[in-house]
Structure formats: C-alpha cells, structure tokens
C-alpha cells in the first residue's frame, strides 16, 4: 500500500470518471512544509497562525510574522497558501493578553471576535500577510464568522491596510482571494448571502459539529455527539457548497472530517472543490478518491442526505464502497 502511495505524490487528484478536486495539507508552522512536500499535497489549505502566538510572552512583531508567512508562501512556489488570522480563545490561551476567564470560552470571546475589537494586534498581522503576499499564491482567512457583519468589518480593516501600504510603495499582490471559516451554524445557513461577498468558504467541521450538537469537542463524556456523518452534518455541507457554486466560488474543508475514509465518497458526492488535512492523511485519499466514480458518490452522498442517524450513513457508504 506504501508503495502505492508514493507513486501518486506527483499526482493530481481525479476520480475514476475524470472528476478533480485538490488535496491540500493543514500546517502549524513553516517546518510543516517538508512534510507537505513529501506527501504531495497541491496546496497549503489552513496554516493555524495561532502557534506563532503562543509559547512566549509577548506578541510576535510585524517583521517576524513576516518572515514566517513570505517563506511559506514562497516555498509553495505559486501553488495555493490559505492563511488563516489569529484563532485564539476556546481551547487556545495566550496568557500575555490578559484575559479575563470566561464561563464558556468556546462560546466566548476569541478568535474573528478578538481580532476586531484588539484591532491594532490584528492590524500587525494584516499587514504581514498582505507583505508576504507579493511572493506567491497567498489565500486570507477569517476564523469564527458569525455574522456578515463581521466579515465586512473584518475585509474592511484589511483594504486599509492594503491601501495604506500600497501608498507606501510596498508590493502587495492584487489577487489575494479572501474567504472564511464556515464553522458557526449561522454562518452555514447563511452561507447564499455570504457567497455573493466572500471569495471562498472552507469548512472548520471540527467547531461545526460542536456548535451543531452543542457538545464541548474536548468533553469526553459528551463525544458521542461528535457525528460527522449525521445528515444535521451533511445538509449543512450542502448548502455551503451549493451556495459557493451558485456564485462561482469555491469550498474546501479543513476540519479533520476533510480527511476521514468514511466521509470522502460523500464529501467528493456533495461537490467540494478542495480537502485540506494532515499532510500524513494526503496520499490515502488521493489514493481512495482515484478508485470513486463522482457521479456515483453523488448519488450515494444524495440518499445520504435523507438517512435518519449517522450510523445508516456509515453503513451505506461501507456497504456502497467499502465491500
Ligand atoms: C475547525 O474548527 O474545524 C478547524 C479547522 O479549526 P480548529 O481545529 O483550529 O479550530
Ligand atoms: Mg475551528
């Protein structure tokens, strides 16, 4: 099976019935990028800037996010880099800000929401991007979008940004795509309204089955409610995909379901353009999705849809595919 895998690491990604989508690989820091290239992922598709956050006692300056951000984008020679800001909040503390605690820092104040209300700290960052930009296929994406408003805010502060560098004389690429995170239900239900404004979604299953089911992802006693192939799961897949194409755009996903066997055939049925996992998970399913028919997992994703619980969903993929 090793063996099998390796010869696909050049590969591109396409079903048997010529369907092609991208495999992209999710990364922490640029030391990430070896194993990115090794096991052949197309793109970068979530880089978590949060680790270059933590660890430390005070923030990392403009010229250090900088660095880190322009050698990931360069290294990846062109080929796509989705960059999401700062992520911090719930699970995620950075003790040098000073927090109060919170009741229910899941629900609380993190990530997009701390972003624009500290917004000289996401200004630094924004700035960094929009610098590494000039050096590739830079992507920006905003973490916990609840609100249209929030995107707005969030790409408005961003244009400033850009301008007030451009009119410095600073190269700035003039086509950085910028999406969002869809791992907020509201967002997900929303998502016709949102396709119209932003340039891509990608879904965060990981925080989208927890706000879905409303249960802790980190609370052992309530992971039976963890249900990636719940149709709850599926249907809200499908309207952010259907809603992406409708408008011409594009969606991945980057939450750990992106690379779990069971949920690609239905994942590859409902339509997503792009699968971003741990770069060790890459060549499996290259490998799994070049022997799946688009068109049959299609048909199986649609029944799918109507199943009543999980486990029947499981079932009828396994017994579709899995044989
Ligand atoms: C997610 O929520 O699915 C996701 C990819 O983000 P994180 O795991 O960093 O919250
Ligand atoms: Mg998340």
């Known amino acids: 099976q090793k063996r099998e895998w390796a010869k696909l690491v050049n590969e ?23 194993g990115v290239k090794n096991n052949g992922a197309e793109a970068v598709g979530l880089y978590r ?18 660095t880190a951000y322009k050698k990931v984008v360069a290294d990846m020679d062109g080929k796509p880099v989705v960059i999401r800001t700062l992520d911090i909040g719930g699970d995620k503390e ?3 800000l000073d927090l109060p605690e919170e009741m229910n820092p899941f629900l609380g104040f993190r990530a997009i929401r701390l972003c624009l ?33 929030e995107f707005r805010e969030a790409k408005a502060i961003l244009e400033e940004e850009k301008q007030k560098l451009v009119k410095d004389g600073v190269d700035v690429s003039d086509k950085i795509e910028v999406g969002i995170m869809v ?31 409303a249960a802790d ?36 996903m980057c939450g750990e379901m992106a690379g779990d066997s069971i949920a690609i055939p239905l994942l590859l049925g409902l339509g997503l353009d792009e699968f971003s996992m741990s770069a060790t998970s890459v060549l ?8 799946l028919s688009q068109s049959e997992a299609a048909e199986v994703a649609e029944k799918a849809l109507t199943l009543q619980t999980a486990e029947e969903v499981q079932e009828l993929v396994e017994s579709t595919f899995m044989k």
Do not use: C
């Open 183 to 213: 791992e907020i239900p509201s967002t997900a239900v929303m998502a016709k309204q949102f396709a119209k404004e932003v340039d891509f979604f990608s879904i965060g299953t990981n925080d989208l089955i927890q706000y879905t089911f």
């Open 94 to 96: 950075l003790p040098y």
């Open 49 to 66: 800037t949060e680790f270059l956050y933590m660890g430390r006692d005070e923030l990392p300056t403009e010229e250090e996010q900088f």
């Open 12 to 34: 591109p990604t396409v079903s048997t019935d010529g369907h092609k989508v991208e495999l992209a690989a999710n990364i922490g820091t640029p030391n990430d990028l070896e």
């Open 284 to 291: 499996p399913a290259r490998s799994q999705i070049s022997k």
């Open 117 to 149: 209300e500290m917004d000289d700290m996401f200004r630094v960052q924004l700035r960094a991007l929009l610098r590494a930009s000039a050096f590739g296929n830079l992507k920006i994406m905003f973490p916990m979008i609840a609100t249209l408003t």
């Open 217 to 252: 992802r980190m609370n052992e006693r309530v992971s039976y409610l963890y249900q990636p192939y719940s149709p709850a799961i599926l249907n809200l897949v499908k309207i952010i995909i259907d809603a992406s194409h409708a408008e011409g755009k594009w969606t991945g």
